[in-house]
T-cell receptor, first 114, second 109 residues
Framework: IAGITQAPTSQILAAGRRMTLRCTQD?????MYWYRQDLGLGLRLIHY???????GKGEVPDGYSVSRANTDDFPLTLASAVPSQTSVYFC?????????????FGPGTRLTVL | GQNIDQPTEMTATEGAIVQINCTYQ??????LFWYQQHAGEAPTFLSY??LDGLEEKGRFSSFLSRSKGYSYLLLKELQMKDSASYLC??????????WGAGTKLIIKP
């Protein structure tokens, strides 16, 4: 693989179900991020990880959890999905926090909660 | 609060020049990014400004004025493939990106 992969590509989920969105990068980037993108709104940060073993809350963390057991993987879990979590989810990574270090994005997961 | 403002939609003609503006109010400033996002795809990096002035990259240029909280992205010699959304993002004092809602650019022949 090259870059960032996300799985699944899309998913329809019943409300109340548990769901894990997977994200894997092979660029050995330290920092990883989960965003949601909704029509008419900018990308909103859900959770982030500055380095393996650490995580932090973003702008909209409620209802979501993450873990960062190693450098490459950063799964996002919805413990009990609700319809307001219907969105496109993007995982991203960057080599470092500062300087000319842009974020690279995965292809996204389109999630529909019914 | 933190705020990034961009026009929702712009239309331009193939071969012409278009300027997309972005104004921001954030807690701290550690650089401004422009990304391009085609419909149904992931955002991809276009440019980065941290000092005042113009950064040029081929057909694309980006300008920053920190004192005015203002940036623009200039696209020259527009091509049909430039039809996309353009996202402005500011890295704040916590080194997190705050994103605008994006400007949808429609190119007409």
């Amino acid at each position: 693989i090259a870059g960032i992969t996300q799985a699944p590509t899309s998913q329809i989920l019943a409300a109340g179900r548990r769901m894990t969105l997977r994200c894997t990068q092979d660029m050995r980037h330290n920092a990883m991020y989960w965003y949601r993108q909704d029509l008419g709104l900018g990308l909103r940060l859900i959770h982030y990880s500055n380095t393996a073993g650490t995580t932090g809350k973003g702008e909209v963390p409620d209802g979501y959890s993450v873990s960062r057991a190693n450098t490459d993987d950063f799964p996002l879990t919805l413990a009990s999905a609700v319809p307001s979590q219907t969105s496109v989810y993007f995982c991203a990574s960057s080599d470092a926090l500062a300087g000319y270090n842009e974020q690279f994005f995965g292809p996204g997961t389109r999630l529909t909660v019914l | 609060g933190q705020n990034i403002d961009q026009p929702t939609e712009m239309t331009a003609t193939e071969g012409a020049i278009v300027q997309i503006n972005c104004t921001y109010q954030t807690s701290g400033f550690n650089g401004l990014f422009w990304y391009q996002q085609h419909a149904g795809e992931a955002p991809t990096f276009l440019s980065y400004n941290v000092l005042d002035g113009l950064e040029e990259k081929g057909r694309f240029s980006s300008f920053l004025s920190r004192s005015k909280g203002y940036s623009y992205l200039l696209l020259k010699e527009l091509q049909m493939k430039d039809s996309a959304s353009y996202l402005c993002a500011v890295r704040d004092s916590n080194y997190q990106l705050i994103w605008g809602a994006g400007t949808k650019l429609i190119i007409k022949p």
